[in-house]
DNA sequence: TGCGATTTAATCGCGCGCGATTTATCTTGT
DNA sequence: ACAAGATAAATCGCGCGCGATTAAATCGCA
């Protein structure tokens, strides 16, 4: 009654990484739904965390993301008082983004995250980090051509 | 005018798995958007391919997916012409998806796909194979808890 | 200075993913 | 044989991602 996953070689890469996409939002979102926050807006609260104010082009390229999706993403943000959005005052093209009290306030109760996913994964920080180096490596190739 | 993509450690790893599928998904794209599919489309193909009749349940299995996502996704291929779904007799509860020429068809036209994306990856079909195990074990690692 | 080219966000449309619920069918225990 | 429970797929709502287009602001260069 069971389904070989049968798929061929080159596309099992593809899948991994798919599936393994999927399965890392589901690890986080228990973690996140606590906070009122999907995995996207998560990612982008820890861009801004690192570097607040930065414009929607700067997100954009921390994120891998283009303006398509942050817009709304960011609009919801605001919506929930975390993010306020307002044009530059030099030039009045691009968006900054900032951080509310309540924006910035989400970073300590969000500091529990990284060990408990770095738990869930069952592996060690440095397996992890050799990981994400390959990954990196693979998606860098495919960007570029 | 850079941004640094400073994010913290645990996070990088889940952003890693997060960009590099959209990496691959974008090149597939190309490939696939001459087939008239989409990267998921194209996945329930392969699967179909290699083993045809399967429930949307077993399909579910073989792509991690659930029916809420499959269904549709399903309706739209048999608009296509690509798939039968049908209830199974033995079980009316079960639909049993199925193969049309014109999605029997499609395999020989993408029979260059998996070549042209290793090419694209630039890694060997060694590196790749064993990346994939380890990304494999993490997305195993996640899903049993 | 002025006008076309470029840059930046925003908008639109569509196809996923998925939590939650619903409907139809089958199984089980008595 | 029949009701209670289990199972399979479908439905609903919402938030992404992203290709394509649009609108506004800035730049470049004659």
Redesign the interface.
Known sequence: M???????????????????????Q???KPLLEALGLT?PQY?AL??LW??DG?TVG??G????LESNTLTPLLKRMEAQGLVVRARDSRDERQVRVSLTDAGRGLQARAAG???C??E????S?A???A??D??????D???E?
Chains 1, 2 share one sequence.
């Open positions: 069971d389904t070989k996953p049968a798929l061929p070689t080159a596309e099992m890469i593809c899948f991994s990484l798919y599936s393994a996409t999927h399965a890392m589901h690890a986080y995995y990612l820890v861009a690192a570097a930065q700067q997100l390229v921390a994120l891998q995250i990284p060990g996913i770095l869930k994964s069952g592996m920080l397996a992890l980090t990981l994400r390959q990954v990196n490596a693979l998606r190739q495919l960007r051509r």
